[in-house]
């Protein structure tokens, strides 16, 4: 649990850095056979992961990782933990997505 308790406050430390800003978290992995063993558990389970490439922010070997919802990051730790699914960690940013991009009107 207390990983559970970690992400909650890596949350929290993300709010104050980041006001009035979305909060995403992102779970971070050595190679990408990881990641989609993760995904595939994790929506297996319920859970609405997407994958993405790693922000710029995260220090990790590989270049995937998956987006998760703030409110199910607790969730996808203690699936990852309980099912022993390797990964390396989850941090949480302000939301790396610009809703704009690629949108010229």
Request: proline letters at 6%; one cysteine or more.
């Given at each position: 649990?207390?990983?559970?308790i970690?992400i909650?406050?890596?949350?929290?430390?993300?709010?104050?850095?980041?006001?009035?800003?979305?909060?995403?978290?992102?779970?971070?992995?050595?190679?990408?056979?990881?990641?989609?063993?993760?995904?595939?558990?994790?929506?297996s389970?319920?859970?609405?992961?997407r994958?993405?490439?790693t922000?710029?922010?995260a220090?990790?070997?590989?270049?995937?990782?998956?987006?998760?919802a703030?409110?199910?990051?607790?969730?996808?730790?203690?699936?990852?933990?309980?099912?022993?699914?390797?990964?390396?960690n989850?941090?949480?940013l302000?939301?790396?997505?610009?809703?704009?991009?690629?949108?010229?009107c």
């Open positions: 649990m207390a990983e559970i970690d909650q406050k890596r949350i929290a430390e993300a709010e104050v850095a980041f006001p009035g800003e979305p909060i995403d978290c992102y779970m971070l992995f050595e190679d990408h056979t990881d990641a989609m063993a993760m995904y595939d558990c994790a929506r389970e319920g859970f609405r992961p994958v993405s490439t922000p710029r922010q220090k990790a070997c590989c270049g995937v990782a998956l987006l998760v703030r409110e199910e990051a607790p969730g996808m730790l203690e699936l990852a933990y309980g099912k022993a699914m390797a990964f390396e989850m941090i949480a302000n939301r790396q997505i610009n809703p704009k991009r690629d949108r010229y």
